[in-house]
């Protein structure tokens, strides 16, 4: 129901633009999110998004450099990346969740429970 894409290869302080495709249903009432996950690495939080738009949280690491954007009328979700740093290397994944709390924009993997298949960003230094 969540398909990424926009990953590949870019050298360090390059940039790159992942997109995430809804299907099958509408996800505008849904906050969206990223995350990355590397090798023998812990699935992280990246940026999250709330179903309005009006709320967005990014991780320390990524802030300033990362931007998180949604169109509820074509159900897709971005993140816009510059500055990449070879520690960004990572598969990012797409996820979508109701709130559990109105207003509130979850920041760990149990907050959502729909997943894309996750796209590969390579950054060399």
């Known amino acids: 129901q969540l398909v990424e894409s926009g990953g590949g290869s870019v050298q360090a302080g390059g940039s790159l633009r992942l997109s995430c495709a809804a299907s099958?249903?509408?996800?505008?009432?849904?906050?969206m999110a990223w995350f990355r996950q590397a090798t023998g690495k812990e699935r992280e939080f990246v940026a999250g998004?709330?179903?309005?738009?009006?709320?967005?949280m990014y991780a320390i690491s990524v802030k300033g450099r990362f931007t998180i954007s949604r169109d509820n009328a074509k159900n897709t979700v971005s993140l816009q990346m510059n500055s990449l740093e070879s520690e960004d290397t990572a598969v990012y994944y797409c996820?979508?969740?109701?709130?559990?709390?109105?207003?509130?924009?979850?920041?760990?993997?149990?907050?959502?429970?729909?997943w894309g298949q996750g796209t590969q960003v390579t950054v060399s230094s």
């Open positions: 996820a979508a969740g109701l709130p559990r709390v109105v207003g509130e924009l979850g920041t760990g993997t149990a907050d959502y429970d729909t």
């Open positions: 099958k249903r509408t996800f505008e009432n849904d906050n």
């Open positions: 998004i709330s179903w309005n738009g009006v709320v967005t």
